[in-house]
């Protein structure tokens, strides 16, 4: 079943984010991020009758967020693929909403990690028999990666340290980004290391912030208060959970789901306007860059040189800074789509890229393991 320009995305919005100090719960930034996408889209709770959540904190997410928010759903997915969570929701919201299943579909995510100690909050940690090697999870399973992907193709580590001056450029035109402070390529290989070859300037934020969407049909969205951002197609992949199971260190399933979206989309990877992708660390963006056909296996490490995926350059990726400046409150993939949104509908201010049309989200969960791709588009797509 084709998706396309069935479903589109009419609010979008993020909590506070950054550091909202103490007294703030996950649940308190969902509901900011709800009543701002409610109000973005001209609707009201009563309206919404699907729900999709994920979370680290609550192991019932969709129950907790539905008896917090009032709102009592036909239909409830809480599906948990880690970041990558809210990109599958998109295509899951899509399929429910086109079966007849909710009409209103509410995403929504919230995390305090920072202002609870400044530690990633996830559900897992290494397996025991990775645990004797002692890895710091995740940072030292996506060194790994790195690692291999240094040996097999050369990159190097100030092609590394180029997605994050280039996330950084981007960060200081977004008055909403953590981090917006200069920061040069010598600056990120000077930095304290993590898990070689990672130092703290690869790795992502941790931040508070949240997020929601709210998707409807194509007919109804025509009739409210934004213009409509189409999903125009999606795809899921996964081939392992652990890194010690990974198939294949340099290549991600984003192959296949990229693949899936393209082929639902009708859009070829030289077609996409703005390319939003998980940077947890580094080395994701140029691996991602590789496998969702923007370059060759290998060219990543040259494709991001000379500022080509910075303001200005071949390919605007990660507009908002990214989780290596903008934010990155545990699971990300949320703020991904609401950054695709904005672009779509032109209203990214300093940062915004001009005549945007075509829109790629992708979405990271656990260790290089779950991949999701969706394709968005506005109404001249249709």
């Not at 070859?197 to 508070?208: K, Y």
Request: net charge negative; glycine share 14%.
């Amino acid at each position: 079943m084709s998706l396309r320009d069935r479903v589109a995305v009419v609010g979008a919005a993020e909590s506070d984010l950054g550091e909202v100090g103490p007294g703030f719960t996950p649940l308190d930034l969902i509901g900011q991020a709800t009543s701002r996408a409610l109000d973005d889209a001209g609707l009201t709770r009563d309206d919404v009758d699907g729900l999709f959540s994920a979370s680290a904190y609550y192991h019932m997410p969709t129950l907790s967020v539905g008896e917090y928010l009032g709102i009592r759903p036909r239909y409830s997915d809480a599906t948990n693929l880690g970041g990558s969570s809210f990109v599958s929701h998109l295509l899951h919201a899509a399929a429910a909403i086109e079966s007849g299943l909710c009409e209103v579909a509410l995403i929504t995510y919230g995390s305090t990690q920072r202002s609870d100690g400044g530690r990633l909050v996830s559900g897992s940690e290494a397996l025991p028999y990775e645990a004797s090697y002692r890895p710091r999870y995740p940072v030292s399973m996506y060194a790994l990666a790195a690692s291999r992907h240094m040996y097999e193709y050369g990159t190097t580590r100030e092609q590394l340290a180029a997605v994050a001056v280039a996330a950084r450029k981007w960060a200081r035109l977004n008055p909403r980004a953590f981090r917006r402070g200069p920061l040069t390529v010598d600056d990120v290989l000077g930095a304290r290391m993590v898990s070689s070859p990672l130092g703290v300037l690869d790795c992502c934020l941790v931040t508070d912030g949240g997020g929601a969407l709210l998707l409807t049909s194509a007919g109804r969205a025509r009739d409210l208060r934004q213009p409509p951002v189409y999903l125009l197609g999606a795809g899921e992949a996964h081939h392992h959970r652990n890194i010690s199971q990974m198939p294949d260190l340099t290549t991600t399933a984003a192959v296949d789901s990229g693949k899936r979206a393209y082929e639902m989309a009708g859009v070829a990877p030289a077609e996409v306007d703005v390319a939003m992708l998980y940077d947890a660390f580094t080395i994701n963006t140029i691996m991602f860059l590789e496998d969702l056909g923007f370059c060759g296996k290998g060219e990543g490490g040259a494709f991001v040189e000379d500022g080509r995926i910075a303001p200005g350059g071949q390919l605007a990726v990660n507009t908002s800074g990214g989780g290596l400046s903008y934010n990155h409150p545990g699971m990300y993939g949320l703020l991904l789509t609401i950054e695709a949104v904005r672009q779509l509908r032109g209203g990214c201010g300093e940062r915004q890229v001009p005549g945007a049309r075509v829109a790629l989200v992708h979405g990271n969960g656990g260790v290089f393991s779950s991949q999701v791709t969706a394709v968005l588009g506005t109404g001249d797509t249709v």
